[in-house]
């Protein structure tokens, strides 16, 4: 019950959208005025401009709209309070036959002023919407033109506006939406190609996306054996810099002077013997001196270097 509800609420939501894009499709300047609910349909007849204001109830389309043409007009089809009440529902049907036979207006409300001069005032002075509210005119190229309309006779029309489903059909057979449905279809096909297309890739886009991670991987580790690497070559940049040679040239300099020092101290001590201390005395400040004498030339050329600007 509930789901039978839901689909004829959705149909008539369908069917109201269908019959304003109707009277969009088959009627120039066309003016929002309440989206959803109130349409202003500009036109011309025996040299005046006029209006055929179309309003829509909440029922709509179960319920027919209310059509109302200003300015005031002497015709059988419009009452006092310049309603259409017993035209063809369809509102170009209706422009049509004012413009073959144009009315007589009432009283002093009409002047014959050009259409485009017109539309902005009436827009502002009709209806029941504030000009604020009011959205500007479109005016609607004839782009589609639909020639079997025009065989056919009031009576024709009035019959194919009745029900929704012979006008349903009469649109559908016209060229021009068959011509798009088949644009549509085409569309659709090409769509779908695509679609299988692509699915088609993808084994081939997985196998890459595992390869791109493998690779993502692998890069990880060389940049960490790259990160290791290059903290060990700035330890060792640090400590076979000329500078740092020359430093540890001075401290085992300085290191070989000690033990010479402590060795001369045993034979005064008389722990050591002549021949021991002549021996032991004589390397330990032979040594002493080399690394002073590398310590002394590895300064000066470093000492040149800088000079040299180096």
Same mark, same amino acid.
């Given at each position: 019950?509930?789901s039978r509800i839901?689909r004829?609420?959705?149909?008539?939501?369908v069917?109201?959208?269908r019959?304003i894009?109707t009277l969009?499709?088959?009627?120039?300047?066309? !003016? %929002?005025?309440?989206e959803?609910?109130?349409?202003?349909v500009e036109?011309s007849?025996?040299?005046?401009?006029m209006?055929?204001?179309?309003s829509?109830?909440?029922?709509f389309?179960?319920?027919?709209?209310v059509l109302k043409? =200003?300015?005031q007009?002497d015709?059988?089809?419009?009452?006092?309070q310049s309603?259409?009440?017993?035209?063809?529902?369809?509102?170009n049907a209706?422009?049509?036959?004012f *413009?073959?036979?144009p009315?007589?207006l009432?009283g002093?409300?009409a002047?014959r002023?050009?259409?485009?001069?017109?539309?902005?005032q009436?827009a502002? !002075? =009709?209806?029941?919407?504030?000009?604020a509210?009011?959205m500007p005119?479109?005016s609607?190229p004839?782009?589609l033109s639909f020639?079997?309309?025009q065989?056919?006779? !009031?009576?024709?029309? *009035?019959?194919?506006?009745?029900?929704?489903?012979?006008?349903?059909?009469?649109i559908?057979?016209?060229?021009v939406v068959q011509?798009?449905n088949n644009n549509?279809?085409?569309?659709?096909?090409?769509n779908?190609e695509?679609?299988k297309?692509n699915?088609?890739?993808?084994?081939r886009?997985? %196998?890459?996306?595992?390869?791109?991670r493998?690779?993502l991987?692998?890069l990880?580790?060389?940049?960490n054996?790259?990160e290791?690497l290059?903290? *060990?070559?700035?330890?060792l =940049?640090?400590?076979?810099?000329?500078?740092s040679?020359?430093?540890?040239?001075r401290l085992a300099?300085l290191h070989s002077?000690?033990?010479?020092?402590?060795?001369?101290?045993?034979?005064l001590?008389?722990r050591m013997?002549v021949e021991?201390?002549?021996?032991?005395?004589?390397?330990?400040? !032979?040594?002493s001196?080399?690394r002073?004498t590398?310590?002394e030339?590895l300064g000066s050329q470093l000492s040149?270097?800088q000079r040299?600007g180096?």
């Amino acid at each position: 019950m509930l789901s039978r509800i839901f689909r004829e609420t959705e149909n008539t939501v369908v069917n109201r959208r269908r019959q304003i894009d109707t009277l969009k499709i088959f009627n120039d300047n066309v !003016t %929002e005025i309440q989206e959803d609910v109130e349409y202003r349909v500009e036109f011309s007849a025996g040299g005046y401009s006029m209006a055929v204001q179309v309003s829509l109830c909440p029922e709509f389309p179960r319920k027919r709209p209310v059509l109302k043409v =200003s300015p005031q007009i002497d015709h059988p089809w419009v009452n006092e309070q310049s309603e259409i009440i017993s035209a063809p529902g369809l509102v170009n049907a209706i422009i049509r036959e004012f *413009e073959r036979r144009p009315p007589d207006l009432i009283g002093e409300s009409a002047g014959r002023l050009p259409a485009t001069h017109q539309k902005g005032q009436e827009a502002c !002075t =009709s209806g029941h919407t504030s000009p604020a509210h009011i959205m500007p005119a479109f005016s609607q190229p004839r782009a589609l033109s639909f020639p079997e309309l025009q065989d056919l006779s !009031t009576a024709e029309l *009035e019959h194919l506006s009745q029900s929704q489903d012979r006008l349903d059909d009469f649109i559908d057979k016209l060229p021009v939406v068959q011509k798009l449905n088949n644009n549509v279809e085409d569309m659709i096909t090409r769509n779908e190609e695509l679609a299988k297309e692509n699915l088609s890739k993808q084994p081939r886009l997985e %196998e890459l996306g595992y390869s791109v991670r493998e690779k993502l991987d692998a890069l990880a580790v060389l940049k960490n054996s790259y990160e290791s690497l290059s903290q *060990e070559y700035q330890r060792l =940049s640090d400590r076979y810099a000329p500078g740092s040679i020359k430093e540890s040239l001075r401290l085992a300099a300085l290191h070989s002077d000690e033990e010479s020092e402590r060795i001369a101290e045993q034979f005064l001590g008389g722990r050591m013997s002549v021949e021991q201390f002549v021996s032991i005395y004589l390397q330990k400040r !032979t040594v002493s001196q080399i690394r002073k004498t590398k310590e002394e030339k590895l300064g000066s050329q470093l000492s040149e270097l800088q000079r040299a600007g180096y």
